[in-house]
T-cell receptor, first 114, second 116 residues
Framework: AQSVAQPEDQVNVAEGNPLTVKCTYS??????LFWYVQYPNRGLQFLLK??????LVKGSYGFEAEFNKSQTSFHLKKPSALVSDSALYFC????????????FGKGTHLIIQP | NAGVTQTPKFQVLKTGQSMTLQCAQD?????MYWYRQDPGMGLRLIYY???????DKGEVPNGYNVSRLNKREFSLRLESAAPSQTSVYFC???????????????FGPGTRLTVL
């Protein structure tokens, strides 16, 4: 079975400061890893993914994430937060050898304070 | 190019009523998915269809049925709605689904369902 943990329900960051949203995962094989963002009353929007290759993945809106196999982590980062980054962020995983469909974390509310 | 569309946007049902949630994608994707989102629980996979003509259960399939009508459309049916099925339902699609490969899933705007 595969699982995802997002240990923080909420992260508060001042505008202009760097932000990190944490994600750890568990799969039996090698993972595919994703980050999605959800704005209020909207569907999920894809931010970035790790499939293979470079451990640092760059995505939309200036976000990036670092795949760390030894720590089974895939933390989302941004060097300088914007108020408009405030949203609900989901990490998701799939075992490459597993069945279809993603397993999502519970989500982290990111609040950027002006 | 609308992406993934879902109807209806909102629905209120009484316990025991039935309804079908509709989903369509215009991206020529092979795979389609139904998830439910509940507060504090993230998204959980209900059913998926790896290709036209095939469907498989996900993590929480009880109380639901699905139909992959054609490559574009994937519907979710509640035969006898229960209050525990109050949730936001998301449909998603992705380009390919073969062993060892998964493309990005693209999500619809969701259907907010309340069962009284």
């Amino acid at each position: 079975a595969q699982s995802v943990a997002q240990p923080e329900d909420q992260v508060n960051v001042a505008e202009g400061n760097p932000l990190t949203v944490k994600c750890t995962y568990s799969v039996s094989g090698n993972p595919y890893l994703f980050w999605y963002v959800q704005y209020p009353n909207r569907g999920l929007q894809f931010l970035l993914k790790y499939i293979t290759g470079d451990n640092l993945v760059k995505g939309s809106y200036g976000f990036e994430a670092e795949f760390n196999k030894s720590q089974t982590s895939f933390h989302l980062k941004k060097p300088s937060a914007l108020v408009s980054d405030s949203a609900l962020y989901f990490c998701a995983v799939r075992d490459r050898g597993g069945a279809d469909g993603l397993t999502f974390g519970k989500g982290t509310h990111l609040i950027i304070q002006p | 190019n609308a992406g993934v569309t879902q109807t209806p946007k909102f629905q209120v049902l009484k316990t025991g009523q039935s309804m079908t949630l509709q989903c369509a994608q215009d991206m020529n994707h092979n795979s389609m998915y139904w998830y439910r989102q509940d507060p504090g629980m993230g998204l959980r996979l209900i059913y998926y269809s790896a290709s036209e003509g095939t469907t498989d259960k996900g993590e929480v399939p009880n109380g639901y049925n699905v139909s992959r009508l054609n490559k574009r459309e994937f519907s979710l049916r509640l035969e006898s709605a229960a209050p525990s099925q109050t949730s936001v339902y998301f449909c998603a699609s992705s380009e390919a689904s073969s062993s060892g490969r998964l493309d990005t899933q693209y999500f619809g705007p969701g259907t907010r369902l309340t069962v009284l």
